[in-house]
Structures are given as C-alpha cells and as structure tokens.
C-alpha cells in the first residue's frame, strides 16, 4: 500500500508543477493523471474502511486520461454513442436476475411509499434549482437548463446505483417507472411554473426509450432468475436449457428481419439483445454445471460487468463532450455539485423522517439525486433550441455518476439493516 501511495503523490507533486509552469495540457499529463488515480485506487484498495472509493478513483483515472485523449473513446470504428443503450440494457438485465415478480407485487402493495418517493423526486430537486438561481444569479438560459433538469424525472442511473448499493432495488424502478410515465405532464407544467417557458415532451417516444432500456431487459433477467433460482424442475435438466439457448438465439437471429415500424425501431436491438443474452447466459449455465463452477458464477461476474459498463458510459460521455466540459465556468460547475449533493442529503433525510428501511432509503436517495440528465440535454437542444441551457444537464450527467458511483460503494461496504416502515408505508 505505502508503495502505490508514494507514487500517488510523486505524480500528484509532478502534475501541480507542470501546471505551474503552464505545461498541463501536455498529452503526457493524461498518463500521469491515469496512473496517478489509479495508483490511489489501488492504495485505498488495501484499506478496509477506504477501499469502497477504489472505484471513484478509477473513474477520475479515466475520465482524465479521456479528456486528453478523447479520440480513443469517440470512434471505434462506429460512433461510440451506440454503446450507452445496450451498455444500460445489460446492466438492467443483470439486476433482472436479482428480482422476481413478487418483487414488484411486493412494492406495489405499499402504493404510499412509492407514491412519496415520487413526489420529493419532482419537488426537492426544483426548489434546490431555485434557490441556486437566486444565489448564482445565472444568465437566463443557463437558469433555465438548471431548472430542466431539476423537473426531469429519475433517470435510469439511479437503478445501477441502487443496485450497487444494496438499496430496494424493486423500490427504485418502481419509482423510476412512475416518474418517468408522469413526466410527459410534470416536466412541462414545472417547468412553464417555475421558468416560465412550456416544454412539449415527446410522451410516445420516452415510454418507448424506458421500455427498451428497462422493461426488456429486465424482464429477460427476471427469466434467468427463475431458471437460476426457481424450483421448476425442467430447468434442472441440461437438455432442457439446451433448447432454449437454440430458441432464443432462434429468435433473436429472426428478429433481425422483422419489419419493425418507425416508432418501435429502437426496440428491435433490445429484443435481440435480450434474446441473445439468454443464450448466453443458458449456455454457460450448463458450461458451469459440467464444470462443477460455482453456483454463484453470475453473482462474481454482473457486478463487475455493472461497473465495467457505467465506467464505458461516463468515458464515453466524457470524450464526446470535451470541449464543452472543458468551456464551463467553475461557478456552473460548483452550482451543479451542489445540486447534487443536496438531492441525496434532502432525499436521504426526508426518507429517514418518514421512518422508510435503509434500504428504502438508499434507493430513494439516488432517485432523488440521480437525475436523467440525459432527457434534460436532448429537451435543451430540441425544444430550447438552446446550447447554454444544456450546460447545467450535461454536467451534471458526467457529475452524477461519480458522485452516485461513490455514495453507493460507499453503501455497497456496508450492509443495510433492515427497519420496519411504518405501518401505512
């Protein structure tokens, strides 16, 4: 550990004198930068109490290194972009196979809980961009895209990070899914109440996006986990999974030429995504069994694969926004940060306030401070028309899944004792 943290701070001391001396934007400070991140990674790695910030530290690692090689990470031989969907869609697979239909059932025989943790997504978040604005006093437009994206709904992230941090996963896209559905209504009537200007939200097209990106995915998962988990002795006979990794690779080859209209093209990648993960994941479940692996195989690898593909997100992101990234004045930049951490403090603590589990309230904190900034960048564009309120959604799209990613392997260390709600939650 000592050697890793000498070396973090030989390269920490060598980065503040090349920008000293007006050398840090030398390509070779994003190889300092990298190693120097991941050198604390790797100290922090051997430290019980610190090792669940090993993963924030790779991503400043990567993020740095991108942002002075952004070529690396924006064409690979396609546009890159093309890989956030199925990058999300594998990741809400994997949580697919930790739930199952009682799951849900479960959380919606508490419509109350769901239907608070709602309501603070779509009240704390605008009245923190308010009083933001009125202590900033920001252009405009840029006040507008602060308060967009407070009126936005939770964003898919939200769900990883909830996973990731042993919050109520179930509870999460539950609330996920409700706000996102009343968002074609809440979005443009807060946001004509609180900045004065209507927004039309393509209501159609969004509950297209959250089915492929969600729904899909996760009922494929929801699938494995009967089959890893359940008691239906078919799936207890090699021959049996055999046929259905043949028919839904069957399927999946199909789908590839099925007329799908314009509205549901999206889709067709999600189906033949999941199609073809059951496949996967039903041929290497009888690799395993005549291996005599461990029965566990796919709880060692999906969280892994979980922070593989949010790490790809962010890079990705980060790269293809570089020099609006590197544009932003530092007052939009710490006006964001702190939109952020005051979701998860107000979300955390409301939640604690009306008695809700840890858990509970894990899951409610990052759905409150985890925002779909992506939604908030493309209504700037599209019914803005406007780059400068885009900004604020930007940022904090590449902000939150830092600050999100550390609170919840912050979490992820510390398991969550449950609490009884109380009784009308």
């Known amino acids: 550990m000592k050697m890793y943290l000498t070396l973090a701070i030989i390269l920490a001391i060598a980065e503040i004198v090349l920008l000293f001396i007006g050398k840090g934007s030398l390509l070779a400070n994003g ?12 100290t922090v790695q051997k430290t019980e109490k610190l090792k669940g910030l090993s993963f924030t530290f790779q991503i400043f690692a990567f993020v740095s290194f991108t942002l002075y090689f952004p070529q690396l990470f924006t064409n690979w031989g396609f546009d890159t972009n093309k890989l956030i969907v199925p990058s999300i869609q594998v990741i809400m697979f994997g949580m697919g196979t930790k739930l199952s239909i009682g799951d849900f059932v479960k959380e919606l025989t508490k ?14 978040m605008p009245l923190i961009a308010i009083l933001i604005i009125k202590v900033y006093h920001f252009p405009p437009e840029v006040a507008a895209g602060i308060i967009l994206l407070g009126v936005g709904p939770a964003g898919a992230a939200s769900n990883v990070m909830t996973y990731l941090a ?3 996963l179930a509870l999460s896209m539950t609330v996920t ?31 297209i996006s959250i089915l492929n990106m969600l729904f899909i995915p996760v009922i494929a998962g929801i699938i494995i986990n009967k089959i890893l988990y359940g008691n239906l002795s078919w ?35 999600g189906f033949i995504l999941i199609a073809w993960a059951i496949t996967i994941v039903s041929v290497t479940i009888i690799a395993v069994r005549r291996a005599n692996g461990p029965k566990n195989w796919m709880d060692i690898i999906l969280p892994k694969l979980s922070l593989t593909a949010i790490m790809l997100y962010i890079v990705i992101v980060a790269a293809h926004n570089k020099a609006t990234l590197l544009s932003i004045g530092p007052a939009l930049f710490i006006a964001v940060i702190i939109h952020n951490l005051l979701g998860f403090i ?14 509970d309230a894990r899951a409610i904190t990052m759905e409150v401070g985890t925002k779909n900034a992506g939604l908030a960048v493309g209504l700037a564009y599209d019914v803005l028309k ?4 885009a900004l604020a959604p930007l940022i904090f799209g590449t902000w939150m ?11 992820s260390q510390r398991e969550p004792k449950d609490k009884k709600t109380q009784a009308n939650t």
């Open 386 to 389: 406007s780059q400068a309120a």
């Open 235 to 269: 799936t207890k006979k090699d021959m049996n999974i055999g046929i259905m990794a043949s028919v839904s690779f069957i399927i999946g080859f199909a789908l590839l030429f099925v007329p799908f209209p314009a509205s549901l093209k999206s889709m067709q990648t």
């Open 177 to 207: 899914t409700l706000t996102t559905l009343i968002s074609p209504l809440a979005t443009p009537f807060l946001m004509q109440l609180l900045a004065g200007q209507y927004i039309h939200v393509d209501a159609v097209g969004m509950m």
């Open 346 to 359: 107000s979300g955390y603590s409301l939640s604690k306030a009306f008695g809700f589990s840890e858990a």
């Open 166 to 168: 042993k919050g109520n």
């Open 111 to 124: 419509p109350l809980k769901v239907i608070i943790a709602s309501v603070m997504c779509y009240v704390l």
């Open 401 to 411: 899944n830092i600050s999100a990613s550390s609170l919840a392997t912050f979490w």
């Open 31 to 42: 190889i300092v930068l990298f190693t120097m991140f991941y050198a604390l990674a790797f």
